[in-house]
Structures are given as C-alpha cells and as structure tokens.
T-cell receptor, first 114, second 118 residues
Framework: GDSVTQMEGPVTLSEEAFLTINCTYT??????LFWYVQYPGEGLQLLLK?????DKGSNKGFEATYRKETTSFHLEKGSVQVSDSAVYFC?????????????FGSGTQLTVLP | EAGVTQFPSHSVIEKGQTVTLRCDPI?????LYWYRRVMGKEIKFLLH????????ESGMPNNRFLAERTGGTYSTLKVQPAELEDSGVYFC????????????????FGPGTRLTVL
C-alpha cells in the first residue's frame, strides 16, 4: 500500500536558518503530494501541494519539488522565523481505485528559536 | 465561513467507558473523513463518508468504533468500550464533492479531539 516516510524530529533551528525536512514516498501510479502544517492549538492546514512530476509547490516562503525519480518531496525554506514553529506532515493521495484519503508521514516538530 | 469544528477538544475517560466525538464539516461539503494520530506517530485514515453513506471504512481498527453521519451533515465517532490504545488525537476533515476521476478536492481539517484513556 501507499506510505510516506518523513524525517524524524524534533528539529530546532535558530531564526533565519535554512530548513530542510525530508520526505519520501511509496505509491502506485502518480500520487499527488502535500505538506500540511499544524500550528499549536490549531487544526491541520494545507501548506503546499504538487500534483505531477517536477511540479514545485510553494507558499509562505516554503517550497517542495515533486521528484518522481527519487520518490521525494522535501520541504525547504531559506530563512525560518519563530512563527514557523509547528508540526509539519508530508502526505499523499494515491489514485489507485477510488480511495481519496490522505496517507501521512509521522510528522516533524519544528522549533525556531529567536 | 465557519471551518470544520470538533467537539470536545479534550476528553479524558477510564478504560471501559464510552466516548462520542463529534465533527461538524464545512457546510455543503459532501465528503467527511476521520483520521487518528496515536502516540506522536503518523496520522492514519479511519473512514470516509460521502453524504450519509460510508464510502470506505477500511481504516477502522475494530468493532469498538462506530461512526455515523446523520442526514449527511455532522458526524459522530463512538468508541465503546474504550481501551488504553485508543488514546490519541482524532481529526475530522471535509471536502467538496469530487469533480473527476483524477480530481482531488482539498480536505479542510478541524482542530482535533485529544482523547486520553486511563
């Protein structure tokens, strides 16, 4: 079945540091890929997405590129802020059969220190 | 427009008791999903409603879990009797109806219900 493997956390960075959170996936066919973020006390929010190979999703300074050859969707940000402290989840939706549920990674807790 | 809401935000119960979680999706969303995150692990799919019908309940862990969606509006997830391993955060999400075979409609998530079974 489909699966997502995400970089283990927690990750602690200083403000303005560069961020990379690794994500690789296993899926049949051509899944759509997502990064969700959960800020403290809030629900999951879609951060960015990519629906086909070589697509780059971007939002709020975060970027991730759909790499089919390496089955990866790593999240990057050039300069993190304290407000980026949250839990980040990599996820996919496969298109085998009629399933449309999200398959998530285990989440990465990011803490940004001032 | 109101987002997805869940009630309660926290619940602490003893093993063997019953708990009912509620989810109110965004108005007009046909699709409603339940997910669970246990012990800081990955968020796992539980089931999917399309309107009032269960489209996929392959993720339900066992028959102690019962989900309903009355009239295609709000949904409840009952755990009876609760066990220690049921502790976790239960998320609900909703999305609009599907437009095509390869379409994906964004799922909007609620804040979750944190369930602790002692």
């Amino acid at each position: 079945g489909d699966s997502v493997t995400q970089m283990e956390g927690p990750v602690t960075l200083s403000e303005e540091a560069f961020l990379t959170i690794n994500c690789t996936y296993t899926a049949t066919g051509y899944p759509s890929l997502f990064w969700y973020v959960q800020y403290p006390g809030e629900g999951l929010q879609l951060l960015l997405k990519a629906t086909k190979a070589d697509d780059k999703g971007s939002n709020k300074g975060f970027e991730a590129t759909y790499r089919k050859e390496t089955t990866s969707f790593h999240l990057e940000k050039g300069s993190v802020q304290v407000s980026d402290s949250a839990v980040y989840f990599c996820a996919l939706v496969g298109f085998s059969g009629s399933a449309r549920q999200l398959t998530f990674g285990s989440g990465t807790q990011l803490t940004v220190l001032p | 427009e109101a987002g997805v809401t869940q009630f309660p935000s926290h619940s602490v119960i003893e093993k063997g008791q019953t708990v009912t979680l509620r989810c109110d999706p965004i108005s007009g969303h046909d699709n409603l999903y339940w997910y669970r995150r246990v012990m800081g692990k990955e968020i796992k799919f539980l089931l999917h409603f399309v309107k009032e019908s269960k489209q996929d309940e392959s993720g339900m862990p066992n028959n102690r879990f019962l989900a309903e969606r009355t009239g295609g509006t709000y949904s409840t997830l009952k755990v009876q009797p609760a066990e220690l391993e049921d502790s976790g955060v239960y998320f609900c999400a909703s999305s609009q109806g599907r437009r095509g075979i390869r379409s994906y409609n964004e799922q909007f998530f609620g804040p979750g219900t944190r369930l602790t079974v002692l």
